[in-house]
């Protein structure tokens, strides 16, 4: 299955904090975005073999059936269920990757997790390496979000953001935020209700954003999602902390904000959309039983 962006980017993953505001590469060059619909996705059956086309296709159907009854009992308090893929030869993984297809959601874990959700929502094809050779991983994981990157994304992130003694010039309305991030870290794990700070609706500097961007950090984690608008969301170095931003179709930022939350609600599947994916698989597969 092909990855619609390219993970060794140098200029991925980090925040933007404006429109035309990134600033460019030694070498002159800019960040580029993945390519995204103006419209929303929807699922269309993918074109498979006959039955009787299926002769040495027995391992790619059975990981298939597998990942349908894990599907239909999904609960969200059950452990994430996997399925190898490595044991597949070329032709049954074909299978495979034709049904699951490409969806609305793809996420970078620095450069050794890739995952990209299938055509059925809450199905992850999940793929890890070592510096971006062979893979060491290669698994389909049913659920609201690909465990292996939520175990990870976090792991070494500051609890506490620092205020300096001295904000800079041209800084006015970042340092009072700083506070309020900090109130509310690891609150949402708690109530489950993320705290968002909408930075389009605040007046504030290019230097302001810079702050917050420095004072947070940059993360590893990038998601991109097609689902709802155009989304970028980005991890920081701070504990549960993303920034969220959603372009138009001319690439402008339009919605720039930071949540604090484990993963935001865009990037991840709900319970009725996973039940929804378990009848389509279901019928899919139906044709060879």
Not at 61 to 80: C, W
Not at 84 to 92: A, E, F, I
Not at 136 to 151: H, K, M, Q, R, T
Request: hydrophobic residues 35%; charged residues 20%.
């Amino acid at each position: 299955m092909s990855n619609p962006i390219d993970p060794f980017s140098p200029s991925l993953p980090g925040p933007l904090v404006g429109p035309g505001s990134q600033p460019q590469d030694a070498d002159g060059g800019t960040l580029e975005y993945m390519q995204m619909p103006e419209g929303m996705m929807t699922f269309a059956a993918p074109d498979l073999p006959e039955p009787e086309e299926t002769t040495g296709l027995e391992n790619g159907l059975a990981v298939l059936d597998q990942l349908l009854e894990s599907l239909e009992t999904f609960t969200t308090t059950d452990a994430p269920a996997r399925h190898d893929l490595t044991h597949l030869d070329p032709k049954n993984l074909d299978l495979v990757n034709q049904v699951l297809g490409e969806g609305e959601v793809s996420v970078i874990g620095g450069s050794q997790i890739q995952a990209q959700e299938a055509v059925l929502a809450g199905v992850w094809r999940v793929r890890r390496s070592a510096d971006g050779d062979q893979a060491e991983a290669d698994y389909i994981e049913a659920g609201v979000f690909p465990s292996e990157i939520l175990e990870t994304v976090f792991k070494d992130a500051q609890d506490h953001v620092v205020m300096p003694e001295k904000a800079g010039p041209n800084i006015f309305n970042a340092p009072p935020l700083i506070p309020e991030i900090n109130e509310h870290l690891g609150i949402p794990r708690k109530t489950g209700v993320p705290h968002v700070i909408n930075l389009s609706l605040l007046p504030h500097t290019e230097e302001d954003l810079t702050f917050l961007n420095e004072r947070l950090g940059r993360g590893s984690v990038t998601i991109l999602s097609r689902g709802y608008g155009n989304c970028r969301i980005t991890s920081t170095q701070t504990a549960d902390t993303w920034w969220v931003q959603y372009y138009n179709s001319q690439d402008s930022l339009i919605l720039n904000t930071i949540e604090i939350s484990p993963v935001p609600d865009v990037a991840c599947a709900a319970s009725e959309d996973i039940a929804d994916s378990a009848e389509r698989l279901g019928e899919i597969l139906e044709v060879y039983r």
